[in-house]
């Protein structure tokens, strides 16, 4: 099946610095990248979608200037914190699809990147 | 209506049991709708994909009811191992809910 790389699992990183999250399809491009934010006992939230060579749309409530996306190539989407706060401590999963989700590819999972703000 | 829907829990099972969780959805155009599990602290993984009107695998079956707009997940023989969250997917929504909570007892 599609495999979908996150790195890394876990950060513990300061406040006030920056993060970097990677996303890669290992075997397969991925037009479409998803992010996703879950903090404990809640669901999944979409943060912001990513299409190779475009820019993010990011969903509403999410600070495009505080999480930049970067989707550079079919098999790579990054994720940056900056500036983290301690309520930026959470579990943060990427997602990718090979082709319109409408065509039916279903959304395949990076292992997620537990991040923790001191 | 919310896009999908599904009711959250928690289904306390014993084992060997037989369990159905329903999915709602709004997109009467949907075409596609996946089935996942989530387990504690860990990323979705997907579980089934309906394409038609159901599919089954294993002890897993889902059906697809167009005309009420929704999709189940039932699960026969309930394993502890099948706790988890189970999560429904209908494209082109990439919302996820809460999902429903599964927990099989010894």
């Known amino acids: 099946g599609a495999v979908v790389s996150q790195h890394p699992s876990w950060v513990i990183c300061k406040s006030g610095t920056s993060v970097k999250i990677e996303c890669r399809s290992l075997d397969f491009q991925a037009t479409t990248m998803f992010w996703y934010r879950q903090f404990p006992k809640q669901s999944l939230m979409l943060m912001a979608t990513s299409n190779e060579g475009s820019k993010a749309t990011y969903e509403q409530g999410v600070e495009k200037d505080k999480f930049l996306i970067n989707h550079a190539s079919l098999t790579l989407s990054t994720l940056t914190v900056t500036s983290a706060h301690p309520e930026d401590s959470s579990f943060y999963i990427c997602s990718a699809s090979g082709q319109a989700l409408v065509l039916g590819s279903p959304l395949h999972f990076g292992n997620g990147t537990r991040l923790t703000v001191t | 209506r919310k896009e999908v829907e599904q009711d959250p829990g928690p289904f306390n099972v014993p084992e060997g049991a037989t369990v159905a969780f329903n999915c709602t959805y709004s997109?009467?155009?949907?075409?596609?709708f996946f089935w996942y599990r989530q387990d504690c602290r860990k990323e979705p993984k997907l579980l089934m994909s309906v394409y038609s009107s159901g599919n089954e695998d294993g002890r897993f079956t889902a059906q697809l009811n167009r005309a009420s707009q929704y999709i189940s997940l039932l699960i026969r023989d309930s394993k502890l191992s099948d706790s988890a969250t189970y999560l429904c997917v209908v494209p082109p929504t990439l919302i996820f809910g809460k999902g429903t909570k599964l927990s099989v007892k010894p």
């Open positions: 997109n009467s155009a949907s075409q596609s």
